[in-house]
């Protein structure tokens, strides 16, 4: 079956480490989108990419790196001068077309810094 | 730019009762809307969504919406909820093209017997 897989589901980092979140799509989607969740603060938009070899800054960037070398595969680096890094990160997907237009969710990835 | 105002945070309905879930939004030209839900630790699951044509609309779990251009929302509504209704919804609008949707905050449910 088609979909994004995200892993792992939970990952715990040391406070000055850089970590690196997979996202992983079958779906054959052109565009990917990393969003990042905190409780009461929904979802907030990190970094997305519409094509290979391309990608955008989102609202919140800042501490946060991603390459798209693959239309499968949108990997998001979570860097040491992410100052607040604790929370749920979302990953999505999508194709372009008017009638298909919306996301496709993984599962996501908690992460917390211990 | 886009926006997505959910003005109740958190609201309680009986088991059996009917739902109604707010969302407002901002957008200059002809918005696509959504609606997500999302168990918790979980992603978040399509429920329906409005382009064009008939302002009111059926998703999946028994949900509908009614965009209403004028008051610019797009509220959510269930005649009878279940217990398994119980989790967080997302309104959330876009600007077609691929281009990322804006979400609002959230409204979270909880089913009581």
């Known amino acids: 079956d088609g979909g994004i897989t995200q892993s792992p589901k939970y990952l715990f980092r040391k406070e000055g480490q850089n970590v690196t979140l997979s996202c992983e799509q079958n779906l054959n989607h052109d565009a990917m989108y990393w969003y990042r969740q905190d409780p009461g603060q929904g979802l907030r938009l990190i970094y997305y990419s519409q094509i290979v070899n391309d990608f955008q800054k989102g609202d919140i960037a800042e501490g946060y790196s991603v390459s798209r070398e693959k239309k499968e595969s949108f990997p998001l680096t979570v860097t040491s001068a992410q100052k607040n890094p604790t929370a749920f990160y979302l990953c999505a997907s999508s194709i372009e077309g008017i009638l298909d237009y919306g996301y496709t969710f993984g599962s996501g990835t908690r992460l917390t810094v211990v | 730019a886009q926006s997505v105002t959910q003005p109740d945070i958190h609201i309680t309905v009986s088991e059996g009762a009917s739902l109604e879930l707010r969302c407002n939004y901002s957008?200059?030209?002809?918005?696509?809307l959504f609606w997500y839900v999302q168990s918790p630790g979980q992603g978040l699951q399509l429920l329906l969504k409005y382009f064009s044509g008939d302002t009111l609309v059926q998703g999946i779990k028994g949900f509908e919406a009614e965009f209403k251009r004028s008051q610019s929302s797009f509220n959510l509504r269930k005649p009878s909820v279940h217990w398994s209704d119980a989790a967080e919804y997302f309104c959330?609008?876009?600007?077609?093209?691929?281009?990322?949707?804006?979400f609002g905050k959230g409204t979270r449910l909880s089913v009581i017997a």
């Open positions: 959330a609008v876009g600007a077609g093209g691929n281009t990322p949707l804006v």
């Open positions: 957008y200059g030209a002809t918005p696509y």
